[in-house]
């Protein structure tokens, strides 16, 4: 008998000193994975976007608090069950309930926890509210597995669309409805070009899905947003550094934005890849200006100034100039 409560008590100390070294050993593990792999983690301040930057801080506030709180309860939970191990010399100090304590630590982490959620409802229903009245359109779509683009046209209207009218033979990828003026000038950009965007200029994404649920996640803007088939989702935001920018400050020559895929949607999801170009108001009116409508496209000869294919126009030729 005598044996067994020595070797519960010898235990209870092995116990105790391993709490500690798990502590000590567990800390050391926190930073020895920060130095290893936190380079790998997209740099606080290097957001690429007007509410990436209110995220970013947002963010890093909230790692702050959190590593705070995580090493004051964790060295307090470990080092007490060390010193306060059993002993022969004390005795366990009843004392099972104090409301004071209670209100305590119920009042502080629900306050705090309170002013951060707000924090992020505050930027949440900004980037999915109104976007500015001169924010250029860009109509986002998923589908297995890619991305397609549509900018309004001239008239900055996206024209109505379909789904049952969705004809890839017919150059209707998108379902648009010919019948709509609104479409005539809208300019499709099949999947694999980039979606051109504007320096400092508003753009509001509206966001669309052809099969199952995708997600539009743009990180070096902070951003990411569902495609939900049927639903249009939208968010908007304002980049504020070019690519060019951005390959200069992460001294990266081959530093492109990306869309990817965020939300698990099928065998080729991790191959979902968009990119975009960030450019000045010039170069990208250069760009629009070259881009045609895919009305034209579908219907050539609808096009102003069509002329029609060389054969046709010999044959007329030759119906009108008969000799006599
Ligand atoms: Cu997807």
């Known amino acids: 008998m005598r044996g067994e409560e020595k070797s519960r008590k010898q235990n209870n100390r092995i116990n105790a000193f391993l709490l500690l070294a798990f502590l000590v050993l567990g800390l050391i593990g926190v930073y020895y994975c920060n130095e290893r792999l936190g380079h790998k983690i997209l740099q606080f301040g290097s957001s690429a976007s007007n509410h990436g930057v209110d995220v970013d801080n947002m963010m890093y506030i909230t790692l702050v608090i959190t590593a705070i709180v995580f090493v004051i309860t964790q060295v307090s939970l470990f080092w007490f069950a060390y010193k306060y191990q059993e002993s022969d010399n004390r005795k366990a100090y009843y004392y099972p309930h104090n409301n004071k304590l209670e209100v305590i630590w119920t009042a502080i982490p629900a306050i705090v926890l309170t002013v951060m959620v707000g924090f992020g409802l505050y930027y949440w229903f900004r980037i999915t509210g109104e976007a500015p009245k001169d924010a250029m ?13 549509r900018y309004p046209g001239k008239d900055k209207v996206l024209g109505k669309k379909f789904f049952k009218s969705i004809n890839e033979g017919a150059n209707n990828p998108l379902g648009q409805l010919w019948e709509d003026p609104a479409n005539h ?32 996640g743009l990180s070096h803007f902070r951003l990411k947003m569902d495609a939900v088939p049927g639903t249009p989702t939208t968010m ?45 108001q010039e170069e990208f009116d250069l760009w629009m200006a070259k881009q045609k409508p895919k009305y034209y496209i579908a219907f050539p000869d609808r096009e102003p100034g069509y002329k029609a294919p060389s054969d046709t126009v010999n044959k007329i030729a030759a119906v009108t100039q008969q000799p006599k």
């Not at 504007?198 to 899905?209: G, S, T």
């Open 137 to 149: 359109v860009v109509e986002v779509t998923g589908s297995q597995f890619k991305w397609e683009f």
């Open 185 to 216: 000038d809208d300019i499709y950009l099949p999947s694999g070009d980039p979606m051109h965007l504007v320096v400092n200029k508003p753009v509001k994404l509206v966001i669309n899905a052809k099969d199952v649920i995708h997600d539009v």
């Open 236 to 280: 908007w935001f304002t980049p504020i550094k070019t690519t060019a920018q951005m390959k200069k400050e992460n001294n990266d020559p081959d530093f492109v934005y990306e869309i990817s895929c965020d939300q698990l949607c099928g065998q080729g999801h991790f191959k979902m890849r968009g990119t975009i170009i960030v450019e000045s």
